[in-house]
């Protein structure tokens, strides 16, 4: 083969890979019945920061568990916390699940020592809606109360990721979830 045609069919093939890598990451399909949410992450504000990422939130119903898949990609250092809070784009509100460290019920904790990663950090967290009461804020809340609350707020973008470092103690980077399909209608 000719050098020339060498170099065109390996710059298609580099060109492909960047497009594909430009659609973020691929993520398993959710199961039928399921709510999907996704939240794309960044730095806000006045924020500097060389993190991103992507986080899909998949509500399961009886026969399967909720759960998150997480991809942060760039660098991050020194993450100390990650979690679910509730709040629109611009205020910042409680816990609703922590994911990093992953706790059963309160009190928050930090990771300990620090995690920082430099190209991507992938990881996924099941959860079940007792897990969402523990954090509800509300005493003796039942499961099914809690888990009902914490759709409403998904469906009306009140739910965001934010991942905690030493040097933004109130989140380096974050993004509100935003239901794949209009008013949050289960995967069919």
């Known amino acids: 083969m000719k050098p020339a045609v060498v170099v065109a069919l390996l710059a298609l093939c580099l060109l492909a890979?960047?497009?594909?890598?430009k659609k973020g990451p691929k993520f398993p399909p959710a199961p039928k019945g399921s709510v999907v949410a996704m939240a794309s992450i960044g730095p806000t504000g006045t924020i500097k920061s060389n993190g991103k990422g992507t986080v899909r939130?998949?509500?399961?119903?009886?026969?399967?568990?909720?759960?998150?898949?997480?991809?942060?990609?760039?660098?991050?250092?020194?993450?100390?916390?990650?979690?679910?809070?509730?709040?629109?784009s611009t205020s910042s509100g409680p816990v609703r699940l922590p994911v990093l460290p992953w706790l059963v019920a309160p009190p928050?904790?930090?990771?300990?020592?620090a995690l920082s990663y430099k190209g991507s950090l992938n990881f996924m967290v099941p959860f079940n809606s007792t897990h969402i009461a523990a954090f509800s804020g509300v005493p003796n809340v039942t499961a099914e109360a809690s888990e009902a609350t914490f759709r409403?707020?998904?469906?009306?973008?009140?739910?965001?990721?934010?991942?905690?470092?030493t040097a933004y103690p109130g989140g380096e980077i974050r993004g509100n979830f935003a239901c794949a399909s209009k008013e949050c209608a289960p995967v069919k």
């Open 17 to 21: 890979c960047a497009a594909d890598a």
């Open 57 to 88: 939130l998949v509500l399961g119903n009886s026969s399967f568990p909720h759960g998150l898949d997480v991809v942060l990609t760039g660098a991050l250092g020194n993450i100390t916390m990650a979690h679910i809070h509730m709040g629109n």
């Open 108 to 113: 928050l904790a930090a990771i300990n020592p």
């Open 152 to 165: 409403q707020y998904l469906s009306q973008g009140l739910l965001y990721f934010n991942v905690h470092t």
